[in-house]
């Protein structure tokens, strides 16, 4: 898949989800089960957890939220947001397979970030230009061609982002680029390294 078919997958999954628009909605993925497409499965699976945190993020910001609902939220971002983190695990693997048995050339270089870190930020990107096309078709004249303007950056950012991602993978798969991965290694949901959870006796 080149990067504007991911692009394309992410852009399905965010329409699809907001025929719903329900953060308890269950995921339907229409690749689930189908070994032929268990890469497409991780990447819709993937949009769909970033778009319901999107919109969890969203019920957590107005001032007068119920401060116990939002404490529930908190915890459910993340949890959330380890799943996510998770699932770009899941996708660099996919690309380390991929990459087996491609052996670097001299000199070959090293990216700041790996193939999936990248495709994470197409799938956020994909729900901003989805959400700022709404707001450019929203509201008064001076409202609408604000966001017109952030959307045609976005776009533009699309393009590049997409040209980017694609380049890296010819570069992997070239040997012109090394591929290594660094696991995230978060802390904050580990009982037995987050401080504020040992200490009040939760470590397992």
Request: proline share 4%; aromatic share 8%.
């Amino acid at each position: 898949m080149n990067a504007m078919d991911l692009y394309a997958l992410f852009e399905r999954q965010v329409a699809e989800y907001h025929t719903i628009d329900s953060v308890d909605a269950t995921l339907v993925n229409p690749y689930a089960g189908d070994g032929a497409h268990a890469f497409e499965a991780l990447l819709w699976e993937k949009s769909w957890v970033d778009t319901v945190q999107w919109h969890l993020e969203d019920l957590v910001r107005p001032d007068d939220v119920d401060p116990v609902y939002a404490l529930q939220l908190k915890r459910r971002i993340d949890r959330s947001n380890q799943h996510r983190t998770d699932l770009v695990e899941r996708i660099d693997d996919h690309y380390m397979a991929q990459l087996s048995a491609v052996k670097p050339l001299p000199g070959a270089r090293l990216n700041t970030e790996t193939p999936a870190w990248a495709i994470d930020r197409l799938s956020i990107l994909a729900l901003k230009i989805y959400h700022f096309g709404i707001e450019a078709n929203r509201g008064d004249e001076a409202h609408r061609a604000k966001c017109q303007t952030k959307l045609d950056t976005l776009l533009a950012q699309r393009e590049d982002l997409t040209t980017a991602i694609d380049q890296l993978l010819g570069d992997l798969t070239a040997g012109r680029c090394i591929m290594r991965l660094y696991r995230q290694m978060k802390m904050y949901n580990d009982p037995s390294l987050n401080p504020m959870l040992y200490a009040s006796g939760k470590r397992q």
